[in-house]
């Protein structure tokens, strides 16, 4: 983009230079030419009316008296009906510049110099012209350059900010570029984002409401169908049986169903090497927390990879410093270590300030609920998107605020390099 908005720009100031500077070139060279011609009609002119006031009075044409006006390296030829032609000067070789004035007598002066000179001053204004095209030029490549660095960053960072919301990034940029149009576009992607995050939230509470529901409603079932099971009359023992093996396939799709969906939503899910992303998404904080007077530590075991959505990673564990940056106090520590169970990575994200009082903590991830004006949508949000990937979010300490994720380690077949042998089977 950035390319073709400076190639655009260049083109439309290479355009503007040749329409203007062609012109004005030849323009410059016609004006030179027609000064110098001037200079000398006006230096004949004034030699024949010199010439004329002493034919006028009877005086022989003397050329003494006109030898001032004579340009240097010119020739003054003086022609008159009964006389012999004067000349005064050197010769001004084939290439000259002549200009003729009548005098009595039927006669004329001609003034002649040389085109040398001319031609050089000719030459000199023409590439003063093109030298001027030139700048002209290179100060539109500098201001297209800048133009279009100025455009290309935004529309950048819009391109970014568009895939970061299909990677599950649904936080919103406050950041605003002073162009009306891409304004818009953020505030659009900004929208679209919290719609997003709306509907991840509401699909996982939708999915898991309809599992409990289900789940009890079978539960039920079976409990019924099972004294019916061990009925006198040998027909209610047979119908209560195909009945309860018709609830336990229920059971089983049902199960499949919920595997199935996770794994529609964690299909973006790959092994992450948390040492180099977390302090690439940390990096943003620790400024914003400098400029506060606090500071941003880190601390991840090496080699520790988790399973996780990137752009859903990135803005989960955003929340949580955006949370101890508004709400929290003193030093904040980003940790990722092995978890306690097998298969586990916790990160963990704290502050050294009062904490989570004990009324607000049982619903900290309610979606709407803030204790510090806030929106209430962040730490919601951030459960929902962590849940969706298969992990947990839990408030681990309320004084001092400990937040904690819980995820899980890749397995074998989240590396794609990796080709696992097929359990062989009887045939």
């Known amino acids: 983009m950035r390319r073709r908005i400076l190639l655009a720009i260049l083109l439309a100031v290479a355009v503007t230079a040749a329409v203007l500077g062609i012109p004005l070139g030849i323009t410059a060279w016609q004006l030179v030419e027609n000064l110098n011609r ?3 009609a006006s230096s004949a002119r004034g030699i024949a009316a010199t010439l004329d006031s002493e034919i006028a009075v009877g005086q022989p044409i003397n050329l003494d008296l006109v030898r001032v006006a004579v340009p240097q390296g010119g020739l003054l030829t003086v022609r008159a009906q009964g006389q012999i032609e004067k000349r005064y000067g050197s010769d001004p070789g084939s290439d000259v510049v002549s200009e003729r004035a ?10 002649s110099v040389p085109a040398g000179p001319m031609r050089t001053r000719q030459t000199q204004v023409t ?25 290309a960053k935004p529309l950048r960072h819009v391109a970014d900010r568009a895939v970061k919301l ?3 990034d649904f936080r919103p940029d406050p950041k605003r570029y002073g162009v009306g149009e891409l304004d818009m576009v953020a505030e659009a ?20 409401d309809v599992s409990h529901q289900l789940r009890s ?25 195909a009945a309860q093996e018709q609830a336990d396939r229920l059971a089983e799709a049902l199960d499949e169903l919920l595997a199935a969906a996770r794994a529609a939503r964690e299909v973006g899910a790959e092994p992450v090497n948390l ?7 940390s990096e943003e904080w620790r400024q914003l927390l400098r400029a506060e007077g606090r500071h941003l530590r880190i601390r991840v075991t090496d080699g520790l990879r988790a399973r996780a959505t990137p752009g859903r990673l990135r803005e989960v564990v955003g929340v949580l410093l955006d949370n101890a940056l508004r709400h929290g106090a003193g030093t904040v520590t980003l940790a990722a270590r092995r978890g306690d169970a097998d298969g586990t990575v916790v990160i963990e994200v704290a502050d050294t300030g009062s904490g989570v009082p004990d009324e607000l903590a ?66």
């Not at 900004?190 to 898991?208: I, M, P, T, Y």
């Not at 979606?367 to 730490?379: A, E, H, I, Q, Y």
């Open 362 to 427: 049982p619903h900290i991830f309610e979606r709407g609920f803030s204790g510090g004006g806030s929106t209430g949508v962040g730490l919601a949000l951030a459960r929902a998107l962590i849940e969706a990937d298969g992990g947990r979010l839990e408030l681990s300490s309320k004084q001092p605020a400990v937040f904690s994720l819980f995820l899980k380690v890749p397995r074998p077949g989240d590396v794609a390099e990796v080709r696992w042998p097929a359990e062989r089977v009887p045939r």
């Open 189 to 208: 992607l900004d929208a679209s984002g919290s719609a997003l995050a709306q509907l991840v939230q509401r699909e996982r509470q939708l999915v898991g």
């Open 275 to 281: 040492p180099e992303v977390l302090p690439e998404v």
């Open 127 to 151: 590439l003063l012209v093109l030298l001027l095209v030139v700048l002209s030029v290179g100060t539109g490549t500098v201001v297209a350059t800048v133009t279009a660095r100025r455009l």
């Open 166 to 168: 299909g990677g599950g």
């Open 102 to 111: 009548p005098i009595a007598l039927h006669g004329e002066v001609e003034l």
């Open 217 to 241: 409603r079978l539960t039920a079932l079976q409990l019924r169908l099972e004294p019916l099971t061990v009925h006198s009359d040998q027909d209610v023992v047979d119908e209560a049986k």
């Open 38 to 40: 001037e200079n000398l």
